[in-house]
């Protein structure tokens, strides 16, 4: 293959986005818009569809492709039309599961708003085609987390994993996965990120500020745009170890696009102490796309995280990927002594049911943890 497939991939990530953007004159790289060199080879275009695929970025690839900015053979442009097709279809289905979730929290009193993708296509982008997602997330009011959980076992929905002792999830969780008997899944969330961070963010406040999206002939609720748009950047910092491709050009969407006031979104940054995290969101976008100036942008590159915003932020980087780190990390940001023992001791001696099962490797991860938090571990 002659053409660089990750470099390739990223210009159809940023596929859409306002043309005065800093790399449309750079000349290294592979071309897209007009490229003279005519359509992909087969073994490329195979790379980069697949590519897409695990970014769900196929929408955007075909959005490439049908105005010209991408050259594709008849063949070509088949198998992408039926992996769209396919990509669609599911996307419908999670949002026929998004609509039954909000008449079931409605009709048990929950509050709740919609994250992410389901809600994200439909407001942030010109065309809901365009961004592909592959489950629903939710945000769901502490006070309601019990009926919401119960909500889904009624429907026979598995939760990927037990939680390690009565009520933790509700005090100190980020999100629970479900899956439903269709196979379809479902992320309850309890906060907007992981770790030490996830303890500053204030649910019932974010709640206290919804918009809404259409989704067929209903509205659903959805959080603010300024908050829509901190959760964005702290989904593409924290989120995955290496940020996926589709979350950062949520990033740039809301930056260039959408374009919150950055005042709005500082009082945000400022509220739940998540400042350093969404500055290095904001600012990750800007370097992997080439973003050209916009308020939000300058915003990042000036704004100074406070101290707290800074520490629980590194701390939050430097758990990674590790459960035991991040359980650890997380727990000076508990709030309050008696929180903190809890917290601790759920960690540090789970129930049974816990641990049984499929769970060595957490059983393993929970180890480390109880040996540090007890004394007896490094």
Known sequence: MGTDVDALLTR???HGLPADRADQ????GPRVAGDAAGPLDDDTFGALLAAARRERLVGLLAAATAEGALVVTDTQRAELHRAHREAMLACLALERLALAVHDGLAAAGVRHAFL???AWCHTHYPDPAGRAFGDVDVL????????????CEARGARRHYPEPRPGFDRRFGRSVAWTFPDGLELDLHRTLAPGPLGQT??????LDHLGAFPLGDRSLPRLEAALECVHAALHATLGDPVPRLTALRDVAQFALVT?????????WCRRFRVGAAVRAGL???ARRFGLGPAPLLHWAATYVPGPTEDRCFHATVAAGGSYARQALATLPAVPGVRAKVAYALALAAPRRTYLDGDERGRLGRLRRVGGVLTGGGR
């Open 283 to 285: 600012l990750g976008a």
């Open 25 to 28: 004159a750079d000349p290294a």
């Open 201 to 206: 963010i204030r649910p019932g406040e974010a």
């Open 116 to 118: 992410k993708g389901v």
């Open 140 to 151: 769901v009011d502490p006070d309601g987390w019990d009926a919401a959980v119960a909500w």
């Open 12 to 14: 159809v990530a940023a």
């Open 259 to 267: 374009r919150p006031a950055p005042g709005a979104v500082e009082a």
